[in-house]
């Protein structure tokens, strides 16, 4: 019953909007177009719920100003037009010349947009220097950590331009990585430590024009991303453990753990990254699909160099420091997003000048 009542409340609203529509354009026909605005009018007041009446409406109101030589609020009508509907398809067809002249003059994109992103990350830990506490030791191991992992996130476009936006991601994700180094013939020490880390990518997208007009590849778009990344260090444990072989006899000598080692006393906070990469998207209306690769690479260290033997007990008790390193990494993603809100302003148009006869003519 409930369904059947909300059916007909909308066939009713269209059925309203058929009337002020014919009842227009009736005036419009007889060319009594202050009447046709004035019902027009009256129907966008009444008529809230029928979009695609409201479109028409809207529609042979900018027709009926241009057929008053109105052209401000002709303008005017056409914004709100497009404001109503940014996703209007013009059918040239089916409307004067004047109209698509004017609709032309009109440029709509996305503004304000939300998404969430699925992604595969390659991480990389890359050796920049070597440190040693014992100058016997071997402290070249390297720094081992997943092949790639999954993550999720939020991120936001703020499109200022039709081939130009900004963009923001936030993302909270951890970091797991061994170090296995074996100091001496008989020495080893394994340690591992786990990162929770805060990352704020902040990069421009530069859309790349094409001028495909089929129906389906006119709705493609092609990017290069350019930009930085904010990594903040929230917390950084390790766990440590020493393995001590009598050469003589091969078997464990001492074996000796620490657990829970603070390591942020030995870590850089703050660090920063480039971020660029390339990908496609496709607009459906306001949602859009994209796929993209990514690649970040580190400005400076994840370890701090100066603070390398801030431990005291891992300097003293197992001759540990850290190398330096840097946090690189790549991605292959997907994305889903919902543009909220979108962009119509009137193009600008650019003067240029001829000389007519000795005099200037001016060309729009």
Same mark, same amino acid.
């Given at each position: 019953?409930?369904?059947?009542?909300?059916?007909?409340?909308?066939?009713?609203?269209?059925?309203? %909007?058929?009337?002020? *529509?014919?009842?227009?354009?009736?005036?419009?026909?007889?060319?009594?177009?202050?009447?046709?605005?004035? #019902?027009?009018?009256?129907?966008?007041?009444?008529?809230?719920?029928?979009?695609?009446?409201?479109?028409?409406?809207?529609?042979?109101?900018?027709? @009926?100003?241009?057929?008053?030589?109105?052209?401000?609020?002709?303008?005017?009508?056409?914004?709100?037009?497009?404001?109503?509907?940014?996703?209007?398809?013009?059918? =040239?067809?089916?409307?004067?010349?004047?109209?698509?002249?004017?609709?032309?003059?009109?440029?709509?994109?996305?503004?304000?947009? /939300?998404?969430?992103?699925?992604?595969?990350?390659?991480?990389?830990?890359?050796?920049?220097?070597?440190?040693?506490?014992?100058?016997?030791?071997?402290?070249?191991?390297?720094?081992?950590?997943?092949?790639?992992?999954?993550?999720?996130?939020?991120?936001?476009?703020?499109?200022?331009?039709?081939?130009?936006?900004?963009?923001?991601?936030?993302?909270?994700?951890?970091?797991?990585?061994?170090?296995?180094?074996?100091? @001496?013939?008989?020495? @080893?020490?394994?340690?591992? =430590?786990?990162?929770?880390?805060?990352?704020?990518?902040?990069?421009?997208?530069?859309?790349?024009?094409?001028?495909?007009?089929?129906? /389906?590849?006119?709705? +493609? *778009?092609?990017?290069?991303?350019?930009? +930085?990344?904010? *990594?903040?260090?929230?917390?950084?444990?390790?766990? /440590?453990? =020493?393995?001590?072989?009598?050469?003589?006899?091969?078997?464990?000598? %001492?074996?000796?753990?620490?657990?829970?080692?603070?390591?942020?006393?030995?870590?850089?906070?703050?660090?920063? =990254?480039? #971020?660029?990469?390339?990908?496609?998207?496709?607009?459906?209306?306001?949602?859009?699909?994209?796929?993209?690769?990514?690649?970040?690479?580190?400005?400076?260290?994840?370890?701090?160099?100066?603070?390398?033997?801030?431990?005291?007990?891992?300097?003293?008790?197992?001759?540990?420091?850290?190398?330096?390193?840097?946090?690189?990494?790549?991605?292959?993603?997907?994305?889903?997003?919902?543009?909220?809100?979108?962009? #119509?302003?009137?193009?600008?148009?650019?003067? %240029?000048?001829?000389? #007519?006869?000795?005099?200037?003519?001016?060309?729009?």
């Amino acid at each position: 019953m409930a369904q059947n009542g909300v059916a007909r409340a909308i066939s009713d609203f269209n059925s309203i %909007s058929e009337q002020y *529509l014919q009842s227009a354009q009736e005036l419009f026909n007889n060319g009594d177009y202050d009447s046709c605005i004035a #019902v027009l009018n009256n129907g966008l007041k009444v008529n809230m719920f029928d979009r695609k009446g409201n479109e028409d409406m809207l529609c042979l109101k900018t027709k @009926t100003y241009l057929e008053k030589d109105d052209l401000k609020d002709a303008e005017k009508t056409m914004k709100q037009l497009l404001e109503y509907n940014p996703h209007y398809e013009l059918i =040239e067809s089916q409307n004067t010349e004047d109209f698509n002249r004017l609709f032309k003059q009109f440029d709509v994109h996305a503004k304000l947009t /939300f998404g969430i992103r699925n992604t595969l990350m390659f991480p990389a830990l890359k050796t920049t220097a070597i440190y040693s506490a014992v100058p016997d030791y071997n402290y070249t191991a390297p720094y081992n950590t997943a092949k790639y992992f999954l993550m999720y996130y939020g991120w936001a476009e703020y499109q200022f331009r039709d081939n130009i936006s900004i963009n923001m991601e936030g993302v909270y994700w951890s970091l797991s990585y061994s170090r296995n180094m074996a100091l @001496t013939t008989n020495t @080893t020490l394994n340690m591992n =430590e786990q990162m929770h880390i805060y990352e704020i990518p902040v990069f421009a997208r530069f859309y790349m024009p094409h001028n495909m007009n089929i129906p /389906f590849l006119k709705n +493609i *778009l092609p990017y290069a991303a350019f930009g +930085i990344g904010y *990594l903040h260090l929230k917390d950084a444990t390790a766990n /440590f453990n =020493e393995y001590v072989i009598n050469p003589s006899t091969g078997y464990l000598t %001492s074996n000796s753990y620490a657990n829970g080692v603070n390591m942020m006393n030995m870590r850089a906070a703050n660090t920063f =990254e480039w #971020v660029y990469g390339l990908g496609i998207g496709y607009k459906i209306k306001n949602l859009r699909l994209y796929l993209d690769w990514r690649a970040y690479a580190a400005m400076n260290t994840l370890t701090d160099a100066s603070k390398r033997t801030n431990n005291v007990d891992l300097y003293n008790y197992y001759s540990y420091v850290d190398n330096g390193i840097k946090l690189n990494k790549s991605e292959i993603g997907a994305s889903i997003s919902y543009t909220l809100k979108n962009s #119509v302003k009137k193009k600008s148009i650019k003067k %240029s000048h001829t000389i #007519v006869q000795g005099a200037y003519k001016v060309n729009k």
